[in-house]
């Protein structure tokens, strides 16, 4: 979970904004979602045939080394490599940290409780990250770059911690594919499952959707601040506090999350967050108005409610020698998806800095692109799971 105390999320758009111009910003973090993309697969394929404790190892090295490149980065070709380095932390836990959790349980013959132990451990990773941020926050407002001081002193943590990790039998297969080609088309086999294959899709849609708020509630917390309308607290406070609020109320839908599975379905619990993501965005690119903040408030709820449920329908229909590879793929699709859906947005755009008619134009193009998918994905729901 030391891992997950990411000190910079309230404020990164803002660290970038003073050493960037607004299209620099933009392409930088399609860059960042485009290099995850790159590595994503292939630290899947490393995670399974390699093992899980060496890959965690690894991702947790690369987050030591690009908090480092961020604090000195002056020039935007710094600030490249460090994203690349972030990128490659990201790629290299993601689908990996889920599946050393199943194969551990699995182990101890407890698979049935991977569920359960899914959606408590996202309680507990954004328990703490909130109170990261809130940290990062406020020591931002002093200086920008605290809040990846805070972020390197973690990522350190977490680095020693998986040195400690013990692999679980079966992390590790060293003939599980001939080639990395061959096992990424076996992953893609898995699409033929009817389920799997919706179950993808909604992946990337919502990925994007959730990552919209995400990446655009700074300049939107610097607007209100300009047009003085966050009283005596300026963007990377109230960024740090509003975040911390949001991923407690994501630690609380996780943690409810398998509840809400069983007692409305998984259909329900996954096409109410999809709305619940596209209204926050909706709203959020109506109107400039501190009141908003309160909607912003549940941006994280959707994520968080459909992480476990989803993984819990997953995990045993793909092979353990597979199972990295494919959350990795998934993994991939979405942030691919964001990254050209970044690329896109940021072709036209004359402004070196954030105005409010720029931000409310994003926002109103992801809207329409989460309805058209809300849409589809209502009218091609699958009704069995089983």
Not at 268 to 281: D, G, N
Request: proline share 3%; net charge neutral; glycine share 6%.
């Amino acid at each position: 979970m030391l891992g997950d105390a990411m000190a910079w999320l309230p404020v990164f758009f803002l660290y970038f904004s003073s050493h960037l111009s607004l299209s620099e910003v933009l392409r930088l973090e399609a860059l960042y979602y485009l290099a995850v993309v790159m590595l994503e697969v292939p630290s899947g394929y490393f995670s399974d045939r390699v093992g899980r404790k060496t890959t965690l190892v690894v991702a947790s090295f690369a987050f030591v080394i690009s908090y480092i490149s961020f604090i000195v980065a002056r020039e935007f070709f710094v600030f490249v490599f460090a994203q690349l380095t972030l990128a490659a932390g990201m790629a290299f836990r993601s689908g990996t940290d889920s599946t050393f959790l199943y194969e551990s349980l699995h182990c101890l013959q407890r698979e049935e409780e991977f569920g359960p132990m899914e959606a408590r451990v996202q309680r507990q990773s954004l328990t703490v990250g909130a109170a990261a941020v809130v940290l990062g926050g406020l020591s931002a407002s002093l200086d920008l770059s605290y809040a990846y001081w805070i972020s390197l002193v973690t990522a350190v943590g977490a680095l020693l911690v998986a040195i400690k990790f013990v692999e679980p039998a079966g992390g590790r297969n060293p003939t599980v594919a001939t080639s990395f080609v061959s096992q990424f088309w076996s992953c893609l086999n898995y699409l033929k499952d009817r389920t799997l294959a919706w179950l993808f899709i909604f992946f990337v849609v919502v990925y994007i959707l959730a990552h919209v708020p995400y990446e655009f509630y700074q300049p939107y917390l610097a607007l209100l601040e300009l047009k003085e309308m966050l009283g005596i607290i300026n963007a990377p406070i109230a960024s740090g506090i509003l975040l911390g609020m949001t991923m407690l109320l994501g630690a609380w839908a996780a943690g409810r999350s398998i509840h809400w599975q069983r007692q409305f379905g998984l259909n329900t619990v996954l096409l109410v967050a999809l709305l619940l993501q596209l209204l926050v965005i909706a709203i959020m690119g109506m109107w400039l108005n501190a009141l908003v903040i309160s909607v912003l408030l549940l941006r994280s709820i959707p994520m968080a409610s459909v992480h476990a449920p989803m993984n819990a329908v997953i995990a045993p229909r793909v092979v353990a020698a597979q199972r990295a590879t494919y959350l990795s793929l998934q993994s991939l699709a979405g942030r691919l998806g964001f990254s050209i859906m970044l690329f896109l947005v940021s072709i036209g755009i004359e402004v070196d800095t954030v105005n409010w008619a720029t931000l409310s134009s994003l926002l109103q193009i992801f809207v329409v692109f989460g309805a058209i998918a809300l849409v589809s994905l209502f009218a091609t729901r699958n009704h069995n799971y089983s």
